[in-house]
């Protein structure tokens, strides 16, 4: 199994991003004859499945939770009771 953030976890996102594109378009193509009855629906389905882009949600998976994501430190408070114990 790929490492987490590693080209072959990327490469493998890619493909799933792509089967999913894939298998909406699809679904759409066969709700096809239902599209007089609900328009709206499906042209915004549609609109969302064609804007879809891979490339852009790895750049963001990696922005959030990859490589790329930004570091979170842990904050220690202080407090100034303990200071006047030592």
């Not at 759409?28 to 879809?52: G, K, N, T």
């Not at 852009?56 to 220690?76: E, R």
Request: glycine share 4%.
């Amino acid at each position: 199994m790929a490492r987490p953030g590693s080209p072959g976890e990327m490469v493998i996102e890619t493909e799933r991003d792509w089967f999913l594109i894939w298998l909406l378009f699809q679904l759409c193509v066969s709700c096809a004859c239902l599209w007089h009855r609900i328009p709206d629906i499906y042209v915004h389905f549609r609109e969302s499945v064609d804007q879809s882009d891979a490339v852009t949600d790895l750049k963001w998976w990696s922005d959030i939770y990859g490589a790329s994501m930004t570091m979170a430190w842990p904050q220690y408070e202080v407090n100034a009771e303990y200071h006047n114990v030592l």
